[in-house]
């Protein structure tokens, strides 16, 4: 639940966000969450880079995104001030997102267009401002990633590995390519050697630009992530993906330290990561304005679950849950010790009533040598048996299998 003081609504200096606060953790139906933001106008004259963070508690939803205007910050403001708002506000949000997606994009496309239009003449003239948008709209247990232009959603997993990465949409891609034709426009090399659309731009979707829009699609590409695979999600402008691939973004992500507790997402380490991305960018020449958002997710109270010793519980439901049988024999390969005879271990541990009972007996060619029990709460009687080594045997029961 939020908490009752926060604020509801802020328009930081680049990013907007409403009912949430960066570095500040919440809850959302069943998962812990907790984002930060870094953007930096680098060596361009005017920041045209936006982002927003919308926290809708009656939908349950949150939204992120990510806006790289261009042409002016005219639209990527709008965006960061409206579009997350006309997404929540679809009706069939939850059963049809990426639907959802398509007519909020579209009505707000419409918007901009209107109040920032272009003066083509042919191949020339001015296309209007414009932006790119990376969006992420969490419901738990399910992220929807819709993407409109060259800025980039990466996910990664626990072990810092990139699980998801959305697609770039530029004109050098065949299929945007043969649909920018399709639609009646062309596609250029510009002075740089890039390919772009109508000669101009370098994405071949984008928010605005109405004196080109008859070719510009603004139809996001969405793509459905679980949840429960990531660990960290990343949405940023090419002014970072410009100059960092995945690779060095996940060692980034891996180096950051955990906080004390890593059970729950660490505001330290998302502050760290978005820092430190920008910073490396920064250090790797980017010339654009970069902008980076980073959130950390956590399955609430993901807590290890076991049988406590303290509630006794039934063999047939504690069997029933844990699908794992009451006695569980550990054999090891039999090994030889010194002396001309050959010693095995039998190990069984039993949970009965609440109570644990490990027993381990010494087997060699001449006959049993000895046993030792232990029931879970005291420290083992010292037995007989002389042993060169001793195993810690830790019975695990699967977190997907108890209810």
């Avoid at 109040?115 to 990376?134: C, D, Q, V, Y």
């Avoid at 794992?324 to 010194?338: A, C, D, E, G, L």
Wanted: glycine share 8%.
């Amino acid at each position: 639940m939020m908490s009752p003081n926060r604020r509801r609504s802020a328009s930081l200096e680049f990013g907007v966000v409403e009912n949430c606060a960066p570095n500040e953790p919440f809850s959302l139906n069943g998962f812990d969450f907790v984002f930060d933001a870094c953007a930096i106008r680098g060596e361009r004259m005017y920041m045209e880079d936006r982002w927003c963070a919308v926290l809708d508690d009656d939908k349950e939803a949150l939204v992120l995104a990510v806006f790289d205007g261009h042409g002016g910050a005219s639209v990527s403001s709008h965006l960061s001030r409206n579009l997350a708002r006309e997404v929540l506000k679809e009706e069939s949000l939850r059963e049809d997102p990426a639907g959802a997606f398509k007519r909020a994009f579209k009505r707000v496309d419409d918007v901009v267009c209107a109040e920032n239009p272009g003066e083509m003449r042919g191949a020339f003239g001015r296309p209007g401002a414009g932006s790119t948008a990376i969006m992420a709209l969490i419901m738990p247990p399910k992220m929807y990633i819709a993407n409109v232009g060259d800025s980039r959603a990466t996910t990664f997993d626990d072990h810092g590995w990139e699980r998801f990465v959305s697609t770039d949409q530029r004109p050098s891609v065949s299929e945007e390519k043969e649909r920018i034709v399709r639609g009646g426009g062309f596609v250029k090399r510009g002075r740089d050697g890039l390919l772009r659309t109508g000669g101009i731009l370098a994405v071949s979707r984008a928010f605005g630009n109405a004196g080109i829009k008859q070719f510009l699609s603004v139809e996001p590409e969405v793509s459905v992530v679980d949840l429960d695979t990531v660990d960290s999600l990343i949405l940023c402008s090419d002014g970072l993906t410009d100059v960092m691939g995945s690779k060095l973004a996940s060692e980034t992500m891996r180096a950051a330290p955990q906080g004390a507790i890593t059970s729950s997402p660490s505001p330290v380490r998302t502050r760290r990561v978005a820092n430190s991305l920008v910073t490396l960018a920064r250090v790797r020449q980017s010339k654009d304005n970069i902008s980076v958002v980073v959130l950390q997710v956590r399955r609430s109270n993901a807590a290890l679950p076991f049988p406590s010793l303290e509630t006794p519980v039934s063999n047939s439901t504690s069997q029933a849950k844990s699908q794992t049988p009451m006695t569980v024999p550990y054999r090891p390969v039999t090994t030889s010790w010194s002396g001309s005879d050959e010693r095995a271990v039998d190990v069984s541990l039993e949970i009965h009533s609440g109570q644990v009972r490990l027993e381990a007996r010494v087997n060699s060619s001449n006959g049993s040598l000895g046993e030792e029990t232990f029931d879970g709460l005291s420290s083992p009687a010292r037995s007989s048996v002389e042993r060169d080594s001793t195993q810690a045997i830790t019975p695990i029961v699967s977190p997907h299998a108890v209810h």
